[in-house]
């Protein structure tokens, strides 16, 4: 008779937490948290090996409707919670619930080092290019000139784009997606899920109440296919309703610029082929200035490289394997007397 006991299968219900689920009728977070809900079973990792942390904001109501463990920290410091319990706990999987201004303002330095150290953890960020949670006013990601409540004459701020920062800072994985894509982000999440390292997700979200349709010139049904490309690696880099449009590499600027495939000469073999190790391409398709241009989403760039936590780990294995100390010893060494 075999004593092995099968783990029940998880499912998106038991990721359900017992809070009642309080954003705005509407709100684009709703869409993320079912989709994470549904994603985090396909893990496979029990729900007492995962922790969400926050910082403030609409976005960072997140820990308490996911069934998990959870921090609500303070104003942009959620990278540093994230770090102390990822390096603490490197059994566990931690995830990061920020949002543009949560993350790109007071908390813009500690992200950049999350992402230069490279710590192993899953950073979600919530671009909806204003401040929610304090009604209306203009965000790091808010586009230059717009009119916000801080800002009745036009935000005098060039934005700041997320996904670029992300590949400066070097992340070494970065990706994009929207919020009324389910089957997208879905994908998205488990490929940033099973990276070894921080994966940065960039999520458009729309604010209904303060910055309503933001995206839709991008998102909706009708405009879409002429202005979203959908990054995949190792297929060439097209889009538009008929997919004859794509992008190549402008010989005289050595930047991108767009052809007709089927005009001009141009066949499927002069588009660029995306390739989401190069850096250089990464940053290029993050930074395409838009409408002359598509906007990027999908997995822009995926390397890899030694996490934070496992070279702190191996650091600390070496200089106990090299010292064969003695606490009793070195506390009553030097000047110490007993009374």
Known sequence: MS????????????????????????CGDYSILANVQKMMPELGVPRERVVWVSGIGCSSRFPYYMNTYGFHTI?????AIAMGIKVANPELSVWLATGDGDGLSIGGNHLMHALRRNLDIKILLFNNRIYGLTKGQYSPTSEFGKTTKSTPTGAPDFPVDPASFAIGCSATFVARSIDTDAKHMNETLLRAAKHTGTSFVEIYQNCVVFNDAAFD?????????????????GKPLVFGAQKNKGLRIDARTLGLEIATIGENGVTEKDILIHDETNATIAMMLARMPYPQFPVAVGVLYNVTRPTYDDTVHAQVDTAKAKTKADLQKLLASGNTWTV
């Open 3 to 26: 004593n092995i006991v099968e783990t029940p299968k998880l499912t998106k219900k038991d990721f359900e937490s017992d809070q009642d689920v309080r954003w705005c009728p509407g």
């Open 75 to 79: 104003h942009g410091r959620a990278p």
């Open 217 to 233: 010139s991008f998102t909706a049904k009708e405009n879409k296919e002429e202005h979203q490309l959908r990054v995949e690696h």
